[in-house]
């Protein structure tokens, strides 16, 4: 598999231990950060997340998917997937480059160079590079095959044993390693039931457009009782693109983290008796079930929610460019089969409506909306206060030092941030995240 590839479904998910260190922080200013989150950096999840794919070991899978109600969906009938490629070309001048920018083709986080490039986009698009006179040679003409196969291969060596990032309650899932729908709702009610005190049980927040439901849960001391008054919220979500669904497989393992060291690590004590923790581990799953339907290995390269455009036979909205900031910019498209189409109106969806509502609601403060696939963190613009940015540079310092993930401002690292989640939050509720 070409580096490329790897990397792009490495799930290289940022890194949420950093966030714990901003809460400290945020309200302990001098007291309790530094030794903390150098002991975090330690335990960073983006470490665990890499070791998913990069170690090996001898194991079984797991393999059983518990039945809820909302399961009766999940059988359906499936659209097959479009296919993905990847891709090499070769760029002799920027020139070139501007040329081929201009064909405006379907990617995800491509910044092409002088000289070689590997792109993965659907292999629908490779008409408008033969139109255009690109040339371009072919790597791997099915990527969610090979992710598919790469999973067998892989999981049978249960990386899991092999990290030492991995909590006890962290188990891998049936869908290529990572937990389905369904799996994932039975981890939050195993987290309740072996810490009934840390956590509460899942609730629901509101209902995607196919009719599941989107579950939050709370992680605090005293979790069924409300102490806004006195702790600060913090809020984490995942899986608003649901081909990432490491993201997601990073926010369970860090909710495990919290919960099985409470009683044993004084600064975990420290983060959850002073935090409301809010989590939404899967913001879209009406995109995660259909690749599971699809893709029941793993792979599926679905990103965009599963909305009936009108007008078109082309289905999804991406709830990433579907928010009030910026909406309509670059890097989102108005075309509804581009896995960038950000929907026909602000908050079209009602996936991205609810993650508006309850983030509202609480309020956080700080907040994490957690990608894979790009090897960045990203900030807000700022705009805010430069205390901000001397905040979030600091954490970037000390929390980066090992992944070497590209930081700062999200429009400038990627040379767009219209419509998403997190500068949203930023502009909309003044959240730094
Ligand atoms: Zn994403």
Not at 360 to 383: E, K, M, Q, R, V
Request: glycine letters at 8%.
């Amino acid at each position: 598999m070409s580096p490329h590839l790897k990397n792009f479904t490495q799930m290289s998910t940022y890194n949420i231990f950093n966030v714990v260190c901003l809460l400290v922080r945020t309200k302990q200013p001098s007291a309790c950060y530094t030794l903390w989150e150098k002991a975090y950096l330690m335990f960073g999840l983006f470490l665990f997340t890499g070791s998913l794919w990069s170690q090996s070991g001898n194991g079984v899978l797991s393999s059983a998917v518990p039945k809820y109600p909302q399961d009766a969906l999940a059988f359906q009938e499936a659209e097959p997937q479009q296919r993905y490629v990847e891709i090499e070309l070769d760029f002799l001048s920027m020139g070139q480059i501007e040329d081929f920018l201009k064909l405006d083709l379907d990617y995800d986080h491509f910044h092409p160079s002088v000289g070689k490039n590997n792109l993965v986009l659907p292999a629908s698009e490779l008409k408008k590079l033969l139109n255009a006179r690109v040339a371009y040679r072919i790597l791997v003409d099915d990527v969610a095959a090979a992710i598919s196969r790469r999973n067998v291969e892989y999981l049978a060596k249960n990386p899991i044993l092999k990290s030492d990032r991995a909590t006890s309650g962290f188990e891998l899932g049936s869908m290529g390693g990572f937990y389905t729908y369904a799996e994932v709702l039975q981890q939050l009610d195993e987290m309740k039931t072996l810490y009934p005190n840390l956590i509460t049980s899942r609730f629901s927040i509101g209902t995607s457009y196919e009719g599941r439901t989107i579950w939050a849960v709370k992680i605090s001391d005293n979790p069924d009782s409300n102490e806004s008054s006195t702790e600060a919220p913090v809020y984490f979500d995942a899986l608003h693109h649901s081909r990432e669904p490491a993201s997601m497989a990073t926010v369970i393992n860090f909710m495990f983290h919290l919960l099985e060291n409470y009683a044993s690590d004084p600064r975990i004590g420290y983060i959850v008796n002073n935090r409301e923790i809010f989590i939404v581990p899967v913001v879209n799953p009406d995109g995660y079930e259909y690749n599971r339907q699809t893709n029941p290995n793993g792979g599926g390269m679905w990103r965009k929610n599963r909305r009936i455009n009108s007008g078109s036979s082309c289905i999804g909205v991406d709830l990433n460019r579907n928010y009030n900031t910026d909406w309509g910019g670059a890097g989102s498209s108005s075309n509804t089969c581009s896995d960038s189409y950000r929907g026909a109106s602000v908050f079209s969806e009602p996936e991205s409506k609810v993650i508006r509502d309850f983030t509202s609601s609480i309020n956080a403060p700080i907040a994490y909306t957690t990608h894979t696939s790009g090897g960045y963190w990203l900030g807000p613009d700022f705009s805010n206060g430069q205390t901000e940015f001397a905040i979030h540079a600091e954490l970037n310092n000390d929390c980066m030092y090992e992944n070497e993930y590209i930081y700062g401002d999200a429009a400038i690292l990627l040379g767009y941030a219209s419509g998403t989640t997190q500068n949203w939050m930023y502009e909309a509720l003044g959240t730094l995240s």
